[in-house]
């Protein structure tokens, strides 16, 4: 186990340095001058420009300057903005925002999703199972910020004022339910159709027949015996999408003007904050492989036949 | 994480043509049930033609593609005429969709959109399954430590969030202040999907060559002295296309919304080019008050994403003899 937890970390260190690297080239290799238009209407002053390129090491060639970028991350330094604000201060106060709206989302998807596909599995074509089809097909064809602003709308004072869809600055976790449940949506639909496809074909196999055999309650054979064989797609599903529920997190921030990593990232493009960008797809780069890596050793754990050498 | 189709993100797509993969695996014993053996596509294309999801899908799509090509058949109102005194108007018997700000007809633009916004998902398709296939079956059928290579540069595509690394892409081949053309703006928009998402279908592909591999027929072939491209092409290729095709279909639904997303965030297609993205991300600071400009745009994306995800479901269970 030990030794299979060193390898996949290994075969993590080239993927990681391969993202981060291509992002990196992008928002600082093709662009002629990082300097254009920083300095209002005019151009830079030399000795600014001659100050802020020795602090980016702009002047190095660029595998080198990445890699002290990295050198830098790796103590914890994610550099200043061309302002001079601090990159990590400023993703320290958003990031909880977004990973507290992620995990919302992961896990309203996660709840719903399971509980409809396990039902639906169970009960193959009947009107559950019907209308559990129909309304993924329908969540998985509407993009998210059409759910966002539709449910915002409808959801809030200006509709049928059933809650307040506004979000404050620092928001606590009732208020980003509903965001979380946008966020989760679409995942939601695949998360339900992907177990309710397990457990179809897992029902019919012989352990379960076993089971039922023995005379063990249904609860027995379907949460232990059923769901624990069924859950591993599902597991892997859910573990890989946390990082892309963060990435993805920018769309719903937006409609529901959340001041979460999506508003910071969006701002720093705009306004050509490399060093902005570049620190937080790292970081997004990084959970999102952390993940999949915790996803693998969950296997272990959930199916006790898959032994790691 | 680099697929569209979620634009939340999401191994989504490639968990829902995963089970395609397995088919190809089962090719051989669907004929065996048959009394007399037919071949895996005519029984498809037997159990297609009596599914009602199948035809109507077929039907909205043929829809939408006689509207790409011919927009004045349904309208004979021209897009781009602005009357701003019918700025924001509701929809009325005279525009049945209403008029956005610039007192553009919806009705009209949104016939008209029709044709961008296909062309994005069409080509975009074509590139991501092009590339996906090509280097998947090369790592699915080479030694090890090509495959291992060639799958690791594909996770590190597949690493990058979708949004992000479109919005990091488009801008900054284009500065927000500049205006490109329209035909660049849509290579723009269609390489970046496609660069985004081909470790989906490459994946998808190399597990099918990996199955398919395996099979006798190819360790036949290799015995005879078959070379490698003529395995490839006449033994592997017909084996594995079915989980790409219907991957394919999947993703051409999710491309059209992930075009309209990345149009919502202003970075994707632009005026002039009309299209349901563009008309999505006109109405974004005016939905509170003119709902329509939204709503109506929104939902040729979510009907045409529909169809072709309904298709797309339809041919993985017509050709995975498990489901029948």
């Given at each position: 186990m030990g030794r299979y937890v060193l390898r996949r970390l290994l075969q993590l260190i080239p993927v990681f340095l391969g993202t981060t690297f291509l992002i990196y080239a992008l928002v600082?290799?093709?662009?002629?001058?990082?300097?254009?238009?920083k300095c209002g209407q005019r151009p830079c002053d030399p000795a600014y420009i001659a100050e802020m390129s020795q602090k980016l090491n702009l002047n190095d060639p660029l595998l080198v300057q990445y890699f002290k970028y990295l050198g830098n991350l790796v103590v914890g330094d994610f550099g200043t903005t061309f302002?001079?604000?601090?990159v990590g201060e400023q993703i320290s106060t958003s990031w909880p925002i977004t990973l507290k709206m992620g995990i919302i989302a992961l896990i309203i998807e996660a709840v719903i999703g399971i509980i409809a596909g396990v039902l639906t599995g169970l009960r193959k074509s009947g009107f559950l199972d019907n209308l559990v089809l129909v309304s993924t097909l329908f969540l998985i064809s509407l993009p998210v910020f059409v759910t966002g602003f539709v449910l915002r709308l409808y959801l809030g004072p200006q509709g049928?004022?059933?809650?307040?869809?506004s979000v404050s600055s620092d928001p606590t976790f009732g208020e980003l339910i509903l965001p979380g449940f946008v966020l989760g949506s679409l995942s939601m639909a695949y998360v339900a159709r992907l177990t309710r496809s397990s457990i179809v074909e897992n029902r019919r196999s012989d352990y379960v027949r076993t089971a039922i055999a023995k005379g063990q309650p249904q609860t027995r054979v379907v949460g232990i015996h059923l769901l624990r064989n069924s859950l591993i797609p599902v597991i892997t599903f859910l573990g890989t999408d946390l990082g892309s529920l963060l990435g993805g997190a920018i769309v719903t921030e937006g409609v529901f003007n959340i001041n979460g990593i999506g508003g910071l990232i969006f701002r720093g493009i705009q306004e050509k904050e490399g060093v902005m960008v570049t620190g937080i797809v790292t970081l997004l780069v990084l959970v999102y492989l952390l993940m999949s890596l915790l996803v693998d050793l969950l296997y272990a754990v959930l199916d006790p036949r898959i032994r790691y050498e | 994480m680099s697929d569209p189709g979620s634009v939340s993100g999401g191994a989504g797509l490639e968990a829902s043509a995963a089970?395609?993969?397995?088919?190809a695996s089962h090719v051989d014993d669907s004929s065996q049930k048959q009394r007399k053996p037919r071949s895996l596509w005519s029984d498809a294309w037997g159990e297609l033609r009596r599914k009602p999801t199948f035809i109507i899908s077929l039907v909205i799509i043929a829809v939408i593609v006689l509207m790409a090509i011919w927009p004045t058949l349904f309208t004979s109102v021209d897009p781009r005429a602005a009357d701003l005194d019918k700025s924001l108007q509701a929809p009325s018997g005279d525009a049945w969709f209403g008029y956005d700000l610039q007192g553009y007809d919806v009705y009209a633009r949104a016939m008209h959109g029709a044709r961008a916004s296909l062309l994005v998902g069409i080509f975009a398709t074509v590139l991501t399954v092009l590339i996906g296939s090509i280097i998947g079956i090369i790592a699915g059928y080479a030694k090890t430590w090509l495959d291992s290579v060639l799958s690791r540069f594909a996770d590190i595509f597949a690493g990058i969030p979708f949004v992000l690394g479109a919005i990091v892409i488009l801008t900054t081949l284009n500065a927000p202040t500049e205006n490109p053309g329209v035909a660049r703006i849509i290579t723009q928009v269609v390489l970046s999907i496609a660069v985004l998402s081909w470790p989906v279908a490459m994946r998808i592909m190399r597990s099918a060559t990996l199955v398919a591999k395996q099979q006798d027929y190819v360790k036949a072939a290799r015995g005879l002295g078959a070379s490698p491209l003529r395995i490839v092409f006449r033994h592997l290729l017909p084996n594995t296309v079915a989980p790409v095709l219907v991957y394919a279909t999947i993703a051409l639904g999710a491309f059209i919304g992930a075009e309209a997303t990345l149009a919502f965030l202003g970075i994707g297609l632009r005026p002039p080019v009309v299209s349901w993205g563009v008309m999505i991300s006109e109405s974004r600071d005016y939905f509170q008050s003119a709902p329509h400009m939204l709503l109506f745009p929104a939902g040729f994306v979510t009907i045409t994403v529909l169809a072709f995800v309904m298709l797309g479901d339809a041919v993985r269970d017509a050709l995975d003899p498990k489901s029948r």
């Open positions: 600082w290799a093709i662009p002629q001058d990082p300097f254009a238009g302002n001079g604000i601090s049928f004022d059933l809650m307040d869809t | 089970a395609g993969v397995d088919q």
